[in-house]
């Protein structure tokens, strides 16, 4: 109430007791005052210091014998040496971390510090820049990266990274090219047929300079060093150099991710990667016939890329390495994925791209040891990579539930196209491209055996998916037979990985796989033959193609009857079968098998047109023969009598 206006002071409250042994009513939980002095400070409280470490093992691991900062000169001087110009005799200026990160003090100061000099010959701008590295980021600093800096980089609703390879949405196997020098020369296969494709040193120390450039000229640039081959004893140390985090996130994913420890203790790498996909080759450079070139190099342990970006590239690259390095240990590099029953028996899965290696190995009722590539040693199999490469095309989580929850955060997903509101993906939007992928770690998969490593095969299955729809949708094959469809490795696809391949095809690629072998196919093909005798494992041929006609007419086989008859091949119920001869081919196929219409097993039951099928089935049998003609001069193994019995393996009419 005012009196004379002048307002009345109010009357003090009470005082409350907020102490803690008082009344209960107001108790503290705040803990103790923060303790920093800026809101910058605060912030930087935010993030907890540490190395980076793999999901696989957990991050226990033994910090002893460098210091921190030691161990960080020596990473920092092995990556200048890696990006060394090598006609300056210089590498690049390097410092830790993002180049948009507050801490530039800090950083300069560590470049400072270690900043290795070379003795610099001639002088240029590019000498006196930084380069930023960002070494083995964990998937969410990726992320973070990725979306910052990179277009077309998003969140989907499912967590995944969805991700833009640019032009290019598919492997350029025309622009490979593999450096010929005197011992390349001998050991690898050259000419018709072979995906090797010559280039002299020179020309790939010009590529290779043009690479680090672009490379140095950035103001960063990622950096992964990781394992290939879950075999302890056959493991190849690789780092990876690249421009964008998807490149850095799919590798990381791709590749086996060391520990803690074994990051530390890395060193030298065996095989290093130059990713500059973002920019061109030099179309006036020699050999170079557009403006894409994969390059590799075995003597130097290299490889480089320029003009393109898709990611798969990388891993198809080392592949190709290990078809090399393998075979000189006696071990067989296969183009397959792998997986093993509660018993543990073991299943390769061979094919060409598409014909169902990462579906029909990703089973739910079976470990999973890898969906792509593997080792055949005397110990048994072993995966070449700690990730998978699902194709994503009109992926449905019915069908493939493991694939489709494996699709969360830290997986990569490209170039699919997705709600702009939800962010929900539609995968069967073909818009962007037909090979839309989807790049994840294998221990997504729920049953996969880590460490990714079998007994020796009990069944090797040879995926053919045929849009001609004659072959039967599975035949039980001898050896000589096995080898027979090994070495003449068919599908008939009709849409491919391979950039420029859109219509329906067939396609020969020796040992399912052409495009990464490097010796020539008789070497992998008598390695095969040799494994499977010594081991006792059955040949299979499954079509995952057409049935009822050719692609146009009939339909692609249900992927659930190929999964029952992959069930009955991993069972042995299918070894026990009756059997019948077809006819031109001379595959034994069964009469029945648990869960399929018995008609399906027989290619000709499901033709309207039964002239059709015997004309389709002869022009496919000739297009076997005409393929086969460049081995018949090839002797494959010790004897004469396995190359006389695959010889007459093959079609007769
Ligand atoms: N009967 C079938 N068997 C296997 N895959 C099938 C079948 N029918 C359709 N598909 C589809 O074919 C594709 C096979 O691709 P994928 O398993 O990635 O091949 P690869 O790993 O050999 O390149 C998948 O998209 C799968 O859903
Ligand atoms: C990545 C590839 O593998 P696949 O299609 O066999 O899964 C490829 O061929 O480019
Ligand atoms: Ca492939
Ligand atoms: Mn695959």
């Known amino acids: 109430m005012a009196t004379n206006g002048v307002p009345m002071p109010r009357s003090p409250l009470a005082r409350i007791l907020t102490d803690k042994k008082g009344d209960g009513i107001c108790h503290d939980d705040s803990g103790k005052a923060v303790r920093a002095q800026t809101i910058d400070e605060l912030h930087s409280l935010q993030k907890k210091r540490s190395a980076p470490t793999t999901p696989l093992e ?49 950083v300069s100061h560590v470049a400072h510090h270690h900043h290795v000099e070379a003795p610099t010959i001639s002088v240029s701008d590019s000498s006196l820049k930084f380069t930023h590295v960002l070494y083995n980021l964990s998937s969410a600093e990726l992320y973070e990266l990725a979306i910052k800096y990179e277009k077309g980089s998003f969140i989907t609703s499912s967590g995944a990274l969805a991700t833009m390879s640019g032009a290019k949405t598919g492997r350029s196997p025309r622009d490979k090219r593999v450096v010929i020098d005197e011992t390349t020369q001998d050991e690898l296969w050259w000419g018709k047929g072979s995906p090797n494709i010559e280039m002299d040193e020179h020309t790939f120390m010009v590529n290779r300079e043009r690479a680090v450039d672009y490379l140095n000229s950035l103001d960063k640039v990622f950096v992964n060093d990781q394992f290939l081959n879950w075999d302890p004893q056959n493991r190849i140390k690789v780092r990876i150099v690249s421009a964008r985090a998807y490149h850095s996130l799919f590798m990381h994913n791709m590749c086996i991710r060391p520990t803690l420890e074994e990051l530390e203790n890395f060193g030298t790498p065996d095989f290093t990667i130059y990713n500059a996909g973002q920019f061109p080759c030099n179309r006036y450079t020699h050999y170079m016939t557009s403006s894409t070139s994969i390059d590799l190099n075995l003597a130097r342990r290299e490889m480089v890329i320029l003009g393109t970006q898709y990611a798969g590239e990388m891993k198809k690259g080392l592949f190709g390495v290990m078809h090399y390095l393998m075979p000189k240990r006696q071990i067989l590099s296969l183009h397959s994925g792998c997986n093993m029953g509660k018993d543990g028996d073991v299943a390769l899965f061979f094919g060409l791209s598409g014909t169902g290696k990462t579906t029909l190995s990703t089973d739910h009722n079976r470990f999973l040891i890898g969906d792509d590539e593997h080792c055949w040693s005397d110990n048994g199999v072993s995966n070449i990579e700690g990730g998978c490469y699902a194709k994503c095309i009109d992926l449905s989580r019915e069908k493939e539930p493991d694939i489709w929850n494996a699709i969360k955060f830290g997986t990569v997903l490209e170039n699919v196209v997705f709600d702009e509101y939800t962010r929900e993906v539609d995968y069967g939007e073909k818009s962007v491209t037909e090979n839309t992928r989807a790049a994840y770690p294998i221990e997504y998969i729920p049953n996969a055996k880590i460490p990714c490593v079998a007994p020796h095969p009990k069944n090797v299955i040879l995926l053919a998916c045929d849009a001609f729809g004659v072959l039967p949708p599975v035949s039980k ?88 008859i992959i069930d009955a091949i991993h069972s042995g119920s299918l070894l026990n079968a009756t059997y019948e001869k077809t006819e031109v081919f001379g595959l034994e196929i069964p009469t029945e098998i648990e869960g399929v219409p018995s008609e399906l097993l027989r290619p000709e039951n499901t033709w309207d047109d039964k002239h059709a099928y015997k004309n389709t089935l002869s022009k496919l049998a000739c297009l076997f023969k005409n393929n086969f003609e460049t081995f018949t001069n090839y002797k494959i193994g010790k004897g004469n009598k396995l190359t006389e019995d695959i010889l007459a393996a093959g079609p007769n009419f």
């Open 58 to 106: 957990g991050a226990q691991g033994v910090f002893a014998t460098l210091s921190e900062d030691e161990r960080q000169r020596q990473q920092l001087q092995s990556i200048s040496a890696s990006l060394a110009s090598l006609t300056r005799g210089t590498g690049p200026k390097l410092v830790r971390g993002d180049p948009a990160a507050k801490s530039a003090q800090a």
């Open 477 to 564: 094959l001898s050896l000589a037979q096995t080898m027979y469809h090994f070495i003449s490795g068919y599908t008939a696809l009709v849409a491919g990985t391979e950039d420029g391949i859109k219509e329906p095809t067939a396609t020969f690629s020796a040992c399912f796989g052409a495009a990464f072998i490097m010796l020539h196919p008789t070497k992998y093909a008598a390695m095969l033959a040799e494994k499977m005798q010594k081991h006792g494992a059955t040949g299979w041929l499954v079509n995952t193609g057409w049935s009822g006609g050719s692609y146009g007419t009939g339909n692609r086989i249900k992927l659930a009857y190929t999964r029952k």
